[in-house]
Nanobody
Framework: QVQLVESGGGLVQPGGSLRLSCVASGIIFSSLAMSWYRQAPGKQRELVASIATGGSTSYADSVKGRFTISRDNAKNTVYLQMNGLKPEDTAVYFC????????WGQGTQVTVSS
C-alpha cells in the first residue's frame, strides 16, 4: 500500500522559512516523479514544484527563487524548502508521487501571517 506522509507545516511570519517533508512508503521511491502542490481556501489546487527521477526540477513562477525542491532517495523523502514566505503562500501543501499512477498525501497546513 502506497503512503505519502507530509510534515513540516505551521505558522510563520512573512519573510520566514519552513521546510516541508514528504516520506513515501510501499513503493520504489527512486522510480517516482515527485511534486508539491498547494491549495488555498476557495482556490484550485496548483502545482508548486516538481522533481524528476533524474533530479531535474521545475517551479511555478510565483515561487521561483524562493522555494527549492529536493529528494533523498535513500530516505524515501522529498523536501520543499520555502524561504521568503509571503501571506499569499498560505495554503494546504500536498505532495504527489507519479509513476503510472498518481498518489497523494494528506496535506500539511502552511500559514504565513504576522
Amino acid at each position: 500500500q502506497v503512503q505519502l506522509v507530509e510534515s513540516g507545516g505551521g505558522l510563520v511570519q512573512p519573510g520566514g522559512s519552513l521546510r516541508l517533508s514528504c516520506v513515501a512508503s510501499g513503493i520504489i521511491f527512486s522510480s517516482l516523479a515527485m511534486s508539491w502542490y498547494r491549495q488555498a481556501p476557495g482556490k484550485q489546487r496548483e502545482l508548486v514544484a516538481s522533481i524528476a527521477t533524474g533530479g531535474s526540477t521545475s517551479y511555478a513562477d510565483s515561487v521561483k527563487g524562493r522555494f527549492t525542491i529536493s529528494r533523498d532517495n535513500a530516505k524515501n523523502t522529498v523536501y520543499l524548502q520555502m524561504n521568503g514566505l509571503k501571506p499569499e503562500d498560505t495554503a494546504v501543501y500536498f505532495c504527489k508521487a507519479k509513476n503510472d499512477y498518481n498518489y497523494w498525501g494528506q496535506g500539511t497546513q502552511v500559514t504565513v501571517s504576522s
